[in-house]
């Protein structure tokens, strides 16, 4: 069956006239009179003679003109009725899709109208565990004083939901179960924003202007906007654990996020992040009672001969004085170089990256680790002065599409008294089972100028699982 829907209405017009020519025609050859064939026998036999008989009939000639003059009329109206009902069709054909023709035969396909999917706006679901082993050489204790040396922990389950708002926002709520001991745990928020990527009032926002608004991990650097499961090796860096946190930070406020045109450089873009945040829940000054606090983040990226790509980025963190609290300010040097080959397999890369901070002073008010926290109660250590550094490089080689191996290496002076410092090397190799389980092997060796952690060795076994929706990979990851 052949709907008319696939045939333009100029097509069946010429189809039509040429059709009604042919009947014509054929009409014209049946109506010939006996005078007309006896001309033509004369035409065709030039031994006969002329006769007066053989000259054209006025009134013949005015009845064929007639006819074909009816005949004309009449088609021309059967032309125009069938216009109209492939009009018709046509409108019907809007309306409703037709029907298949029978069984294992595909109907006609139907005019696409907006329709309702069901679970459109239902959010995309994970669930992400980390599992950590450890063997360690000497004792580890936790903050209320439990030993977490030589024990196996799910160290943390997150519940990522991620959603379409509407038009002009995403959605994204991420609620974390953490046990820094084994069984016992506590639940947080780990972020919950909109992300407001187009603004209503405005066909294309300026400068693919983004906002972030709610609960977020902080630009600051690389690394701090990595959750748990994502990091590259098992525990986040020295220094982000002496500045910002043993989990780096995270805070409620309002992030803006924008591009900076280089026209000099059509290999080169720029981009800038500034953010307003309560203030507080950092390392260096954990104090709820602080004032606002103001952050930037500005990131240059870089493309060399395709296969090699360079990224720069400067972050300051700063909340003025008042309520008590004094005021901070942390700058910090976030630098990554990548190698991707393009003509040598798809599943090579190489990283080469790390984080310098720095900060103008000491922070007498800073909540250390729990190591660092121990020795200065032990040792009576009193606050000291300077200006504290730490710096973070690690180096990363990916051997196909399932294995990484690398090396980290830390060292900072201490926030409270910059006098003593802190250093490790981290070797580490993972291994992508799926993109929903991995496994990685760690091993840290401590130098310290505190008792509590000096000569440490351990070993790490670590077990990452997804559930569900397969959340965003992080930048070092090449899949």
Do not use: C
Request: no cysteine; glycine share 8%.
């Amino acid at each position: 069956m052949i709907y008319l829907k696939e045939y333009p209405t100029g097509r069946v017009r010429t189809l039509l006239l040429g059709l009604v020519l042919g009947l014509i025609l054929g009409r014209g050859v049946l109506a010939e009179t006996p005078a007309q064939k006896e001309d033509e026998r004369h035409a065709q036999d030039p031994s006969r003679g002329s006769t007066p008989s053989s000259a054209p009939d006025k009134a013949v000639l005015e009845t064929l003109k007639a006819q074909i003059d009816a005949l004309k009329s009449d088609y021309e109206k059967r032309i125009k009725d069938l216009e109209n009902q492939v009009e018709q069709l046509q409108t019907q054909m809007l309306q409703a899709a037709p029907e298949a023709e029978g069984p294992g035969q595909a109907a006609a396909p139907a005019v696409s109208t907006p329709q309702s999917i069901p679970g459109a706006l239902n959010p995309a679901i994970a669930v992400v565990g980390n599992l950590v082993g450890r063997i360690d050489s000497s004792k580890v204790f936790s903050e209320d004083g439990t030993r977490i040396d030589n024990k196996m922990n799910l160290r943390e389950a997150e519940v990522d939901f991620r959603v379409p708002i509407d038009p002009y926002a995403d959605g994204v709520l991420i609620a974390a179960i953490g046990s820094d001991v084994p069984g016992k745990y506590s639940i947080d928020i780990e972020e919950g924003y909109f992300n407001l990527k187009k603004l209503p009032f405005l066909d294309r926002p300026p400068l693919g202007l983004k906002f972030k608004i709610g609960r977020f991990r902080p630009n600051f650097g690389q690394f701090n906007i990595l959750h748990t499961h994502d990091l590259p090796q098992t525990f986040r860096s020295l220094p982000t654990e002496e500045f910002l946190g043993p989990e780096g930070f995270n805070q409620n406020g309002i992030s803006s996020n924008f591009f900076i045109p280089t026209p000099w450089d059509k290999n080169s873009s720029l981009d800038a992040t500034l953010e307003v945040l309560t203030g507080g829940n950092v390392a260096i000054s954990p104090n709820l009672n602080s004032r606002m606090s103001y952050l930037g983040h500005l990131r240059w990226y870089k493309t060399i001969r395709e296969a090699h790509n360079v990224n720069l980025g400067w972050s300051t963190y700063y909340h003025p004085s008042g309520n008590q609290v004094t005021s901070v300010t942390l700058n910090g040097i976030d630098f990554t170089y990548r190698w991707k080959p393009l003509r040598q397999g798809e599943w090579k890369s190489y990283i080469l990256g790390g984080e310098l901070m720095l900060a103008p002073h000491a922070f007498p008010q800073a909540a250390e680790p729990v190591e660092v926290a121990q020795a200065i109660d032990a040792l009576g250590i009193q606050p000291g002065h300077g200006k504290p550094r730490g710096l973070s490089v690690f180096t990363q080689w990916q051997f196909d599409r399932r294995k990484y191996a690398g090396v980290r290496w830390d060292s900072t002076d201490t926030a409270f008294n910059p006098a003593f410092q802190r250093h490790s090397i981290t070797p580490y190799f993972s291994y992508y089972l799926s993109e929903f389980l991995r496994f990685r092997i760690n091993y840290e060796h401590r130098w310290s100028d505190f008792f509590t952690e000096d000569g440490r060795n351990s070993v790490y076994m670590e077990l990452n699982f997804v559930f569900g929706a397969h959340p965003p990979e992080p930048f070092w990851v090449n899949k």
